[in-house]
Structures are given as structure tokens and as C-alpha cells.
């Protein structure tokens, strides 16, 4: 047990395991750092999240540097030894030599065996890196996937976690550069490469998805919409702003504020207490025509149509026209809020 723990001790203390595990570390770091910097949406990460999502990665790629600082440590040691019991046996050769014959199949049977377990270990080592290089893109996926969780990311702000992709970078060049250095020394090290330069871009790829807009816009921005919707909003939330081509409703507008982080007990109640606002269930057939495809009855969600040109609400137009809508939505279970605004020609 002592001599396990001397050995994990002499590895952790290593200058290849620090090097391997502190520069990814410190980078990574610092791009998560520099990510919120440059995050000008207004559901930036906090401090706390930011800390928490570092470290389950430094941890992560802590094991993984113990493990391929471990392979390397046998690999060298294994070659120590081999050089060792080489240079003990050509000394006992001389030895024997001066006074009797020796059968040098022997001495060249040991050398042998020496050889081919520092073989074996290098072969075993570049299997389980190549395996790590494939594993690295599902593994960043996955913990894309828990970081968005954890943040309750919406729409497409999933992206905005992709930087992930890159803290996993490091494996696929060692798998390159280990790749090239074994195959010069007569390894088979090609899938190394090939793995490591096609898994590596793909990081890398993923990785820039970060950088591509959202529809995230500040919540200051729900100002222009509160007279209409008309109801007690909280003082926070996740606002989206996009717009889009909807056949018969022209110069149409999404908008979708996501509440589940917030208190949202006032905004309930005033809706409930609002005339503007029907449950909707209960909302009258004429007024579906506004309604957009998306919208679904439920027990636990209200509809309110305002129809600006008309000053209105959930009534039909008296004359045909062009009429601006704001068709809204309020989805208690999802703590979703959503505003449809187009123009919709009633004939």
C-alpha cells in the first residue's frame, strides 16, 4: 500500500502531470472567465455558476491527466528497467565470457522479453488514448447537455455553452502528437492520428458555436409590450425576441419571457383577476383565427388577443382590413409568457 501511494504521489508530482494538467486548467479558466465578459445577453452566468461548471472540468481532466501521466510513468519506467537489466547482463556476458562459454540465445531471449513488454505498454496506452479521443466529443456533448441544465438555457442559447467543447482539446493533440512520435519508433499509430485530427476539428467547430447570436435580448426591452399585456410583471426574466415569415400574418414578431427562475405569484394573480386575459378553455371559437398554431388549450393557461388598431381586446374587427394583433399566451406550468405581434388582413 505504501509503495502505491509513494507511486501515485511521485506522479502527481511529476513535471509532465503538472504541465499536462495545470496549462489546460488555467486556460480553461480563462476562457469561461472571458466567456461571461463577452456574454452581452441579460441571463449572463453568474459567478456561482461559472465556478461550478470549472470545477466539474478541472476535475474531469484531472483524472484524465492522472491516467495518461500513469501510462506514460510505466512506459518509462518500463524502459528504465529494460535498459537496466540489458546493461546487467552484458556485464555478467563479459564475466562469464572471460572464463567460460555462454549460450548468448539466452541473453537474447531475456533482452527480447524486455522489449516487447515496453511494446505491450506502449500499444495498450495508444489504444486507450485512441478510445479517449472518440469518447472526448460524446463526453463534451454530455456535459454541455448537464451545464444547460443546471443554467435552464431556452431556445437556442444552448450554444452559448459550446465554448465547453474546447476544454476537451487537449486529448485529441496528445493523440496526434504521441500518434506521429510512436509511428516514427515502428508503431501502428495511424488511427491515433487520423482520430485525433477528425475528432480535433470537430471540438473545434462545436467549440466556435459559442460565438453565434441568439435571440436573447435584454429584459428592459419587455417595456414596449407591458401596456399591452397589461398585468403585473416580475422584475426579471429571460426575454427572446425573434422574428419570422407567417403565410397570412405579416410583419410578424415572437416574443417569449421565461420565468422559472422568478417569482411569479403576482404575475398569476393579476391575470386571473385581469378581464383581458381568458382562460383558455373558455376563449370564444371567432377568436381563434388570431391565434397562432402553437397555442394549445389547457387548464392552466390564459389567452389574451389586443387588437392595437382597434384599441381591443378579444374582440372581432366590425370591418374588414389590415389589423395589427398582439395574440398572448400565459403557460402557468412552464412559467412561459408569450407574445405574438403581427399584422393580420380580416376579411
Not at 43 to 55: Q, R
Not at 94 to 119: C, F, P, Q, W, Y
Not at 204 to 233: H, N, Q
Not at 287 to 294: G, N
Request: aromatic fraction near 14%.
Amino acid at each position: 500500500m505504501n509503495q502505491r501511494n509513494e507511486k501515485e504521489y511521485e506522479i502527481l508530482k511529476s513535471k509532465f502531470f503538472l504541465r499536462l494538467f495545470g496549462i489546460p486548467s488555467i486556460v480553461l479558466v480563462f476562457l469561461s472567465f472571458l466567456s461571461m465578459i463577452l456574454d452581452e445577453g441579460g441571463d449572463s452566468l453568474t459567478l456561482g455558476d461559472i465556478f461550478s461548471i470549472d470545477i466539474l472540468l478541472v476535475l474531469l481532466w484531472f483524472g484524465i491527466s492522472f491516467l495518461i501521466t500513469l501510462g506514460v510513468h510505466e512506459i518509462n519506467r518500463n524502459r528504465a528497467q529494460s535498459i537496466k537489466k540489458e546493461s546487467s547482463s552484458r556485464k555478467k556476458t563479459n564475466s562469464i565470457d572471460s572464463r567460460i562459454g555462454v549460450d548468448k540465445k539466452e541473453l537474447e531471449t531475456a533482452t527480447n522479453l524486455s522489449a516487447n513488454l515496453h511494446s505491450k505498454v506502449i500499444k495498450t496506452g495508444m489504444l486507450l488514448l485512441f478510445v479517449l479521443t472518440i469518447v472526448s466529443l460524446w463526453g463534451a456533448l454530455i456535459i454541455v447537455f448537464m451545464v444547460n441544465e443546471m443554467n435552464h438555457r431556452h431556445g437556442f442559447d444552448f450554444v452559448k455553452d459550446m465554448w465547453i467543447f474546447w476544454c476537451l482539446l487537449p486529448i485529441p493533440i496528445l493523440s496526434i502528437l504521441l500518434g506521429f512520435k510512436y509511428k516514427k519508433a515502428g508503431f501502428k499509430c495511424t488511427k491515433n492520428i487520423v482520430a485525433g485530427f477528425i475528432i480535433g476539428f470537430l471540438l473545434l467547430i462545436y467549440g466556435s458555436f459559442c460565438r453565434f447570436p441568439t435571440y436573447s435580448e435584454d429584459y428592459s426591452k419587455l417595456d414596449a409590450y407591458r401596456d399591452m399585456i397589461d398585468v403585473e410583471l416580475p422584475e426579471h426574466g429571460e426575454l427572446h425576441i425573434q422574428d419570422w415569415n407567417n403565410g397570412d400574418k405579416l410583419e410578424y414578431t415572437v416574443v417569449s419571457v421565461y420565468y422559472d427562475k422568478q417569482d411569479v405569484r403576482n404575475l398569476v394573480n393579476s391575470i386571473e383577476n385581469s378581464d383581458n386575459w381568458i382562460l383558455s378553455t373558455e376563449i370564444k371559437s371567432l377568436l381563434t383565427i388570431f391565434l397562432p398554431s402553437s397555442f394549445r388549450s389547457n387548464s392552466d393557461t390564459y389567452f389574451s388577443i389586443y387588437n392595437q388598431s382597434t384599441n381591443q381586446y378579444n374582440t372581432i374587427p366590425e370591418a374588414s382590413g389590415d389589423y395589427e394583433i398582439y395574440a398572448m399566451k400565459y403557460d402557468q406550468s412552464e412559467k412561459l409568457l408569450e407574445i405574438h405581434k403581427f399584422v393580420y388582413s380580416y376579411r
